[in-house]
């Protein structure tokens, strides 16, 4: 697409892994829209569209989408090392608070008053995560066949006990089938 | 060292589940690091999980406290890399050898239909999760309040979850 921003050589390494740093120092919860906010309006290193266009990459395939987004905007960028350069920034920051945390949590793990705490952290974090699963049902789940792909899901984990993979592949293809091309085409212009 | 290549393993097989997110991999997780390798015990790993929710970034750095707590420094650094990489690596090999994977008539199929799935996956997670964290009605509570607030008001989460260790703190630590 044409893209008249930026050209690919104005763009430095060592400036694709501060931006991914900072994104990486300040995000917190979901990262999509400090990602926009830092590579679309502040840099002007991808426009809107194709934004838009490498999410829906980054959700098509494993990984998460903040990585995901960092290694294709850094590939577009800078090839290969601008992709290492990306997904090293963003993810630094929190690698490095996280392995003090485990230090931490090695020596003082077992005071009352953190057990305490982290007892709350967790209720709150199960909280947390069914308020994604609403906002994302409220947002792709389309028809009550979704809710029966979703819900199948959950009881070949859960009750079933298969494996995740096993359970991806099964009930994916079934869903992916049929959402099949000709049918997807219609529902195209929710995107 | 064994375990150390046990940590790339399991980190680099947890990689490819996360469809959709990272919690998509946290039953599997829980087998591996908690049943089969005893790198940990289930309640640490849903804190590890749940502090981790407060930190910045890609929202599952806590795997590099499981690799901490399994292995060292090295054990963290190669936890990092084994998560991290192969996804990495089939998104670079997708972006390149596919400018135009966005036009495949496939392509918004394998979204719509994942869609379910990754949010079927994500919702296994937090009941596997919630086996371990919910454990009366006083952390049923918090969870439904947390709930409850983010469906209401536009929040930065990791407040609440701060705000969770708070209230943990007030009610549960011992007088």
């Known amino acids: 697409m044409a893209d008249a921003s930026v050209s690919k050589s104005a763009v430095s390494i060592r400036d694709i892994f501060i931006e991914f740093l900072i994104i990486g120092v300040t995000s917190f919860g979901d990262v999509v829209p400090y990602l926009r906010a830092a590579l679309v309006n502040k840099r002007c290193w991808v426009d809107d569209k194709e934004f838009l266009q490498m999410l829906s990459i980054s959700q098509s395939l494993p990984g998460l989408n903040a990585t995901n987004m960092a290694i294709l905007v850094g590939e577009k960028l800078r090839g290969a090392r601008g992709s290492v350069a990306a997904i090293s920034g963003i993810c630094l920051p929190g690698a490095v608070l996280m392995y003090m945390v485990a230090i931490f949590y090695h020596l003082h793990g077992d005071h009352p008053w953190t057990t305490a705490a982290l007892k709350g952290v967790a209720a709150a974090a199960v909280g947390l995560i069914l308020s994604t699963v609403v906002q994302l049902s409220k947002k792709s789940l389309a028809g009550k066949f979704d809710f029966i792909f979703m819900t199948l899901t959950v009881l070949a984990v859960n009750r079933l006990h298969q494996s995740v993979p096993r359970t991806l592949i099964g009930v994916g293809i079934l869903a992916i089938l049929f959402h099949w091309p000709g049918r997807a085409r219609k529902a195209s212009d929710i995107q | ?175």
């Not at chain 2, 392509?107 to 919910?134: D, E, H």
């Open chain 2, 1 to 175: 060292m064994n375990q150390i290549s046990a940590l790339a393993r399991v980190f680099a097989y947890l990689s490819l589940l996360t469809v959709g997110g990272g919690m998509a991999a946290f039953p599997e997780m829980k087998i591996l690091t908690v049943d089969v390798h005893k790198w940990l015990t289930f309640p640490q790993l849903i804190h590890l999980y749940s502090v981790g929710q407060m930190a910045p970034g890609p929202n599952m750095m806590m795997i590099v406290s499981v690799g901490e707590w399994a292995g060292g420094f090295l054990g963290a650094l190669v936890t990092l890399v084994a998560f991290f990489a192969p996804t990495a690596l089939l998104t670079f090999v997708v972006a390149r050898l596919w400018k135009r994977l966005d036009q495949w008539r496939w392509r918004p199929s394998i979204q719509q239909g994942l869609a379910p799935v990754s949010i079927g996956l994500l919702l296994a997670g937090c009941f596997t999760m919630a086996k371990g964290a919910i454990t009366g009605l006083d952390t049923a509570t918090i969870a439904v309040g947390v709930l409850l607030i983010l469906m209401q008001y536009k929040i930065n989460p990791a407040f609440l979850v701060l705000a969770g260790a708070i209230v943990g703190v007030v009610s549960f630590a011992p007088k």
